[in-house]
């Protein structure tokens, strides 16, 4: 008996996370021929893997925190993007790195608030209410950029002593940015919160079955709120990231469809932290290989096709991967109280 | 007997009709003048009069036939990709691959126009829009299958086809179909022959009577047709759609493919009656413009027609307004923006204007990630 | 039971948009009794209650408590769940407000969470929760996840969900519409359990037999407005039915002998298996003959609705095949089913059944908008289908200003009757009707019920899914019950007695099944 029942649960594993274990495999293997082949290159292409995957990560948490709760948001590309170019301009005021952070994610976190007005109060349809705001930031963004602005100082890798001398290991992970470590470290704490909280409880409740929060005391609409405009703040992070972080200057639509690829992260991962961290990751890997492969190859690969990839992987993995993954029950509907 | 209740509702009809057209064309004009007020608090913000710039901007659309003319050269496009997204709506998909779309469009037509040569105009030119109008279609089905086979969400599979057509478009117009005349550094093709432009009558792009035609035949295919009824219906319950034994799947897809052929036929007229050859970076951010356009005509094909004449106007007035007002062009996109928001925004408008909230388009579109 | 209140509602008034759903009503409960609420759909009940449990507020009236010891009453203001689950009311909804993807333990702490520093407290929760289950005799697993465990079940975590927040009202929605008549006997013996412990129990229903069997005073309701308040040993079935519909009722249909011919529908080896690999249909086989009506009897759940769902085209399956009029049907594809003469009144009429936004000619045309006259090739013919409902219209007396009124507008007994109208106005062989009279007013069930009895002796086979007893064995010639996904017994309604119906469908096997 107590045989079959832990034989169930491994099946039930096996058929949940089946799938990330056999990519995690396969890159296992590609990696471990790649260190022994060429370290340096593997250890450079892993760093800007994982560097590349923290604005998607961000995008993502957004993304799910938002749906655990029901409200579906596709303006999370216009909200790294306005962001991104106010964080850029708070520190070309001010010279602050951290001013401008916060400025970012302050941007973002209004930007959510704004989401959560139209979806939750208006009741608008939430992919236009998303379109909304996307429209706006382009439209933002072009209207006030001046060009030729640089940021003041850019938030440079923090290697966190001897951690980062391990081998392999030691310069991906541990020898990074600020934005990069909160961002793992914000992984884990919005899984804690989503599955060991009350507050995580209540959410995800609102996202199944919103009614039968409602009826045993818990306000839908705040909850709704909260999500977003928290989920807000991590977009405009991860605009930060990118002009104070990444780049550091800003470029009429930078963020350059990394809000949707986000999304793609999101469902990959089945709207869980730790499953959008890893797919994340794997997004992050494909975009560095990008210029990899620009240097590998003896056949040149246009440049264009290249620049394809991270979009057809995203198709790919929607295609793939959504049907099999189960959104919460009541995404994408507003609530009414009748 | 029969007669006289035909005649009460005709009459009814008649009427119901009128107060249907005020009530639809309500929201989008307060909306549009709601848009205009905030544009005019952030021009003032920026430190530039709104009242010079709105007046630039008028000068530029409307202030001559020259200036006429080219409104209507750049709203034909925006037509199109406006009926394309108010075409895919009706059957509640959200299309914003028009942009990619009508680039493979422009692009296709572009390659016929200038690869083939010794047909007469005639027979070229129609030939032309035919194959863009094609490859649009076809670059549709894409998201259309994706999307009924797999569930994969058509917003997300589109605008990443959209930046997908960017990179194939801008590889054909800097690899195999550059123009390699003498003189020409940049990625483009050769400029199309004679035989396949599309001319203009004076001021008037005969383009823009295409479009005007073509929302005509959308109007009678939606709402005279068979085929228009079974969008329709899965549009507004896909299950009972089911149930009358509508073939869900096939509808889908032909509207996604349909919808995609109008975003075709839309860049095949801007590269034969406009630019007359390809060129990369033209007309980019138009797969939004065509959503703001599609639900400022109320998703409908005779709406779209206003809705991208003034959006149209705006983008033709820009250049005059940047010049005469030194007002950055963006300023358009960002009232574009906010006409979206109120338009979408029916709660507050209808209040606004104390009308009844109707039912009228209960099509679903954010219906979650899976499938039907 | 003594005598002192409960609770006490006084004047109540409810107004909706077209709609007075609550006039001036007046309901107390006294402690420690059963307090049956009776009424048709659209009586005015569940919106009472709604008031009572904070979900709605009331346009006039007051609300009072009594406490306890004493007979004083205390007036309270309810302005949401919560304050209602302070005051120690508790609702179990018709519709289960459970989470099904959530675990019995998750689902009660909801909302009352209790915490160990940041986290969830959940071991100490089920303990409590064990407890709570022994106490009052309701057996559950507090790791079970709700979408696997039975209906009757998940009722008992809602009533558990109650008594976790010291409930000491009880308030049941219609809570036997999913059970069969064992579970309703469980479903009785814990409700006087809790009486006995001091909670006091408000019940709606609409099923006469209940009331009259567990019931200590029942108050009528119509349209809004009390009508009276009685007791079971003062009334039967017949003054009830009175009492809700304000005229003489006929509990039976009257029809005459069933002329069965050829068979119309043959269904050999069915089997279904849902998206999780669950077997929902297990190799059915029946026949429905021209002329007779075949009903479906079983509780919500045992398969039923994946069976008509599998006869209609809407569903595919494993094995089987199924023949209509002689003819092999192929899966998955309705039309050739609608044009060979299958007619389907669907169970949910604003899901399957209408595209609400359209008007009532284009709904009428639903299924075969693209046939002459209605269309020529890909024109439509707008005239004839104003002309085909217009005739309609006034064939099935439906209450509507036009045939251009969107469905929306109309009432659920019209929107019904649209359907009806549509299906019965094509030349059908076979009528498949699934729950035809769902939260349908009296008047309306029994034009229906008409109207189902007149294609049979038209020589129409009638296949009839309803999960309302009285409707199968009021109408039906044949019954056929299922129990998990297959069917049991078919049995002859005029011999069969309620008790052995109740028993087939829970699963059990009687000496005697006649096959019919």
Same mark, same amino acid.
């Given at each position: ?83 991104? #170019? ?57 209207? #006030? ?137 794997? #997004? ?11 240097? #590998? ?42 | ?142 998201? %259309? ?5 797999? %569930? ?113 036929? %839309? ?106 | ?65 009594? *406490? ?100 000491? *009202? ?347």
């Amino acid at each position: 008996m107590r045989q079959n029942f832990a034989l169930e649960r491994l099946k039930c594993f096996l058929r949940r996370w089946g799938t990330a274990l056999l990519i995690g495999l396969g890159l296992a293997v590609v990696i471990g021929w790649g260190y022994t082949t060429n370290p340096r290159v593997t250890e450079a292409v892993l760093a800007s893997s994982v560097r590349q995957a923290t604005p998607l990560v961000l995008g993502a948490l957004c993304g799910l925190l938002g749906e655990r709760a029901a409200v579906i948001n596709i303006g999370i590309e216009g909200q790294m993007l306005l962001s991104a #170019f106010i964080g850029f301009l708070f520190n070309v005021w001010t010279g602050s790195l951290l001013l401008a952070v916060l400025a970012g994610v302050l941007t973002g976190a209004i930007l959510g608030l704004a989401h959560a007005f139209m979806s939750v109060t208006l009741k608008i349809d939430q992919i236009i209410g998303g379109t909304v705001i996307n429209i706006l930031a382009l439209g933002l963004t072009g209207y #006030f950029y001046t060009a030729g602005l640089v940021t003041k100082g850019k938030l440079l890798p923090i290697p966190l002593g001897p951690l980062a001398d391990i081998p392999l290991i030691g310069p991906v992970l541990f020898n990074n940015p600020p934005i990069t470590y909160i961002t793992i470290l914000l992984v884990f704490v919005v899984h804690y919160v989503l599955f060991h909280t009350r507050w995580g409880l209540r959410t995800r409740a609102v996202g199944e079955h919103p009614r039968a929060a409602d009826t045993v005391g818990i306000n839908v609409y705040m909850i709704r709120y909260v999500n977003v405009v928290l989920g807000g703040a991590l977009a405009g992070l991860a605009g930060a990231f990118l002009t104070l972080e990444a780049v550091g200057s800003f470029e009429r639509a930078m963020t350059n469809g990394r809000g949707f690829v986000a999304l793609a992260v999101m469902i990959f991962g089945k709207w869980t932290p730790l499953g959008a961290w890893g797919a994340a990751l794997l #997004f992050g890997f494909a975009s560095a290989l990008q210029t990899q492969l620009q240097f #590998f190859g003896r056949v040149m690969i246009p440049h264009q096709f290249i620049g394809m990839l991270p979009y057809l992987l995203t198709i790919v993995v929607l295609a793939g991967f959504v049907g099999r993954a189960r959104p919460p029950a009541a995404d994408g509907v507003p609530y009414e109280k009748e | 007997m029969v007669n006289k209740r035909e005649l009460l509702f005709t009459s009814r009809r008649v009427a119901s009709l009128g107060k249907g057209i005020w009530r639809a064309i309500s929201v989008p004009v307060l909306a549009v003048l709601l848009a205009g007020i905030v544009g005019a608090v952030i021009l003032l913000v920026s430190g530039a009069s709104p009242i010079r710039a709105y007046a630039a901007l008028f000068q530029g659309s409307f202030g001559s036939s020259a200036a006429l003319g080219r409104t209507l050269e750049k709203a034909t496009p925006l037509m199109f990709s406006g009926l394309a997204v108010a075409f895919a709506f009706k059957a509640g998909m959200f299309n914003i691959g028009a942009q990619g779309q009508l680039l493979l469009g422009a692009m296709t037509a572009a390659i016929i126009g200038f690869k083939v040569s010794g047909l007469p105009a005639y027979i070229h030119a129609p030939l032309a829009l035919l194959a863009g109008a094609l490859a649009g279609a076809l670059y549709g089905a894409i998201p %259309g299958a994706l999307k009924t086979y797999t %569930g994969a969400h058509e917003v997300i599979t589109t605008i990443m086809l959209n930046y997908v057509a960017i990179n194939i478009t801008d590889y054909l117009a800097d690899g195999p179909f550059k123009d390699t005349s003498p003189g020409n550094i940049v990625a483009r093709t050769p400029p199309i022959l004679d035989t396949a432009r599309i001319p203009a009558i004076g001021n008037l792009p005969v383009g823009f009577i295409i479009a005007l035609l073509v929302s005509g035949v959308v109007w009678w295919m939606l709402w005279r047709t068979t085929i228009g009824f079974e969008i329709r219906t899965v549009g507004l319950n896909p299950n009972a759609a089911r149930y009358a034994g509508i073939r869900v799947a096939r509808t889908l897809i032909l509207t996604m493919v349909l919808s995609a052929l109008l975003a075709g036929i %839309g860049g095949a007229i801007e590269t034969q009656g406009v630019v007359g050859r390809y060129q990369p970076g033209f007309n980019v951010g138009l797969g939004f413009d065509g959503i703001t356009i599609a639900l400022l005509g109320r998703t409908h094909p005779f709406g779209v027609i206003p809705a991208s004449l003034l959006v149209g106007a705006m983008k033709a007035g820009s250049s005059q307004m940047q010049f005469s007002a030194g007002v950055a062009k963006e300023i358009t996109d960002v009232i574009q923006a906010l006409i979206l928001f109120f338009v979408a925004a029916e709660l507050i408008v209808r209040w606004l204007l104390r009308t009844r909230v109707a039912i009228e388009e209960g099509v679903k579109l954010s219906t979650g990630w899976g499938k039907q | 039971m003594d005598n002192t209140i409960a609770l006490e509602a006084r004047n109540i008034t409810k107004r909706f948009p077209g709609v007075l759903a609550n006039d001036h009503v007046n309901f107390d409960l006294r402690k420690g009794e059963i307090h049956a609420l009776l009424g048709e759909n659209g009586a005015g009940k569940t919106t009472l209650m709604n008031i009572i449990y904070g979900l709605y507020s009331q346009d006039e009236g007051q609300i009072a408590l009594g *406490i306890d010891h004493s007979n004083e009453l205390h007036p309270v203001e309810i302005h949401s769940p919560h304050d209602a689950i302070q005051l120690g009311i508790g609702m179990v909804h018709q519709h289960f407000m459970l989470v099904p993807v959530f675990t019995v333990t998750e689902n009660i702490i909801l909302g009352q969470e209790v915490t160990r520093g940041p986290s969830l407290d959940l071991r100490n929760a089920r303990q409590h929760i064990r407890k709570l289950s022994q106490d009052y005799g309701l057996e559950v697993d507090p790791d079970a996840v709700i979408e696997n465990l039975p209906v009757g079940v998940q009722q008992r975590v809602e009533i558990l969900k109650a008594l976790y927040r010291e409930a000491r *009202i009880l308030v049941l929605d219609e809570p036997t519409a999913v059970l069969i008549p064992q579970e309703v006997d469980d479903l009785f013996r814990i409700m006087r359990q809790l009486t006995e412990r001091g909670v006091s129990i408000i019940f709606i229903t609409h099923k006469l037999k209940e009331v009259l069997a567990v019931a200590d005073r029942i108050t009528v309701m119509r349209r809004g407005q009390v009508v009276g308040t009685t007791t079971p040993a003062e009334s039967d079935e017949h003054k009830l039915a009175s009492m809700m519909v304000g005229r003489e009722v006929l509990l039976q249909v009257d029809k005459g002998p069933a002329n069965p011919g050829e068979v119309v529908l043959e269904v050999e080896g069915l089997s279904v298996k849902d998206e999780r690999g669950v077997d929902v249909l297990r190799d059915i086989s029946f026949q429905v003959r021209s002329g007779e009506i075949l009903g479906i009897a079983g509780v919500q759940g045992n398969g039923q609705t994946e069976l008509v769902e599998s006869l209609t085209g809407l569903r595919a399956y494993q094995k089987g095949q199924v023949k209509l009029a002689g003819e092999y049907v192929a899966m998955m594809n309705p039309r050739p089913l609608i044009e060979n003469g299958m007619a389907h009144i669907p169970e949910d009429r604003q899901k399957h059944g209408l595209v609400l936004p359209y008007s009532i000619a284009d709904n009428e045309v639903l299924c075969t908008y693209y046939q002459p006259p209605f269309a020529r090739g890909l024109q439509r013919d707008q005239q004839a289908v104003i002309e085909n409902a217009l005739r309609l219209i006034e064939r099935f007396d439906v209450r509507a200003p036009g045939p251009l009124v969107p469905a929306s507008n109309l009432s659920g007994g019209n929107q019904q009757k649209v359907i009806v109208a549509r299906e019965l106005s094509r030349p059908v062989r076979l009528l498949i009707a699934n729950q035809p009279t769902r939260g349908l007013d009296v008047g309306s069930i029994e034009y229906i019920h008409r109207q189902i009895v007149d294609m049979r002796d038209k020589g129409v086979g009638v296949l009839l899914v309803s999960v309302e007893l009285d409707e199968i064995l009021s109408l039906a010639d044949r019954i056929a019950v299922m129990y998990r996904g297959q069917i049991v017994a078919v049995v002859d309604p005029e011999t069969v007695t309620r008790a052995e119906l109740g028993l087939l469908m829970a699963g059990s096997k009687i000496e005697e099944t006649v096959n019919v």
